[in-house]
Nanobody
Framework: QVQLVESGGRLVQAGDSLRISCVGP???????GGWFRQAPGKAREFVGA????????WYGDPAKGRFTIARDIAKNTMWLQMNRLNPDDTGVYYC?????????????????WGQGTQVTVSS
């Protein structure tokens, strides 16, 4: 069974940078690898996505200008580099795989998810 495993989440201070990883997106018929986040009491939010083969990138509004998604096909790994973090970025970050249906910004279009990694930004 294909699994996605996130890692790297931790407590950081406002203004810090952090990179989180996701191993496993390439082990299935991945068209897009996506990152989502969920803060307590809030809906899951689109952070960004990458076309797994071509490398095209899309970002949600909270990520634009601060976050960068990258992937290494050979290492079967995807990363989310987050810069200038602020307390509003606190939440559980999930990687997910879209195998070709629906909108890449819609969490319902992703059919494989990791367990999430907690990112906490203190002020």
């Amino acid at each position: 069974q294909v699994q996605l495993v996130e890692s790297g989440g931790r407590l950081v201070q406002a203004g810090d940078s952090l990179r989180i990883s996701c191993v496993g997106p390439g082990r299935t018929s991945t068209l897009y690898g996506g990152w989502f986040r969920q803060a307590p009491g809030k809906a899951r939010e689109f952070v960004g996505a990458i076309n797994w083969s071509g490398g095209d990138l899309w970002y949600g509004d909270p990520a634009k200008g601060r976050f960068t998604i990258a992937r290494d096909i050979a290492k079967n790994t995807m990363w989310l580099q987050m810069n200038r973090l602020n307390p509003d970025d606190t939440g559980v970050y999930y990687c997910a795989v879209n195998r070709g249906s629906g909108s890449i910004t819609d969490s319902g279009s992703y059919d494989l998810w990791g367990q999430g990694t907690q990112v906490t930004v203190s002020s």
